[in-house]
């Protein structure tokens, strides 16, 4: 189970995930992205520090919201994901398309 909460500070919006995304929840993950890139912020940040565990189907929902904000014009962050989650990114080879920080 994931929970997202969305805050926007001047444009910028936060999209902060808590718990596991995994096969149950990454279609949460996605909507909440779709909705947020629908509305046209300058800027999304998804915030993992609340994330203790990412499988492959997290993984595609991050890529696939970055693949939209970039069509869209939309600049596009993962920020503070926990070491074990950096992990997944990390041997995914994903931390440059996500622009993990």
């Known amino acids: 189970m994931i929970t997202i909460d969305?805050?926007?500070?001047?444009?910028?919006?936060?999209?902060?995930?808590?718990?596991?995304?995994?096969?149950?929840?990454?279609?949460?993950?996605?909507?909440?992205?779709?909705?947020?890139?629908s509305d046209g912020p300058p800027a999304i940040r998804v915030d993992l520090?609340?994330?203790?565990?990412?499988n492959s189907t997290?993984?595609?929902?991050?890529?696939?919201g970055a693949t939209d904000a970039k069509h869209r014009g939309i600049r596009y962050s993962v920020v503070h994901p926990q070491r074990a989650v950096r992990r997944v990114l990390d041997i995914a080879g994903l931390t440059e398309t996500l622009c993990v920080d």
């Open 49 to 54: 520090a609340g994330v203790s565990f990412l």
């Open 6 to 37: 969305a805050r926007e500070v001047g444009g910028i919006v936060d999209l902060v995930v808590s718990g596991e995304v995994d096969l149950d929840s990454a279609e949460v993950l996605q909507d909440a992205l779709q909705r947020v890139l």
């Open 58 to 64: 997290g993984l595609r929902a991050l890529v696939a």
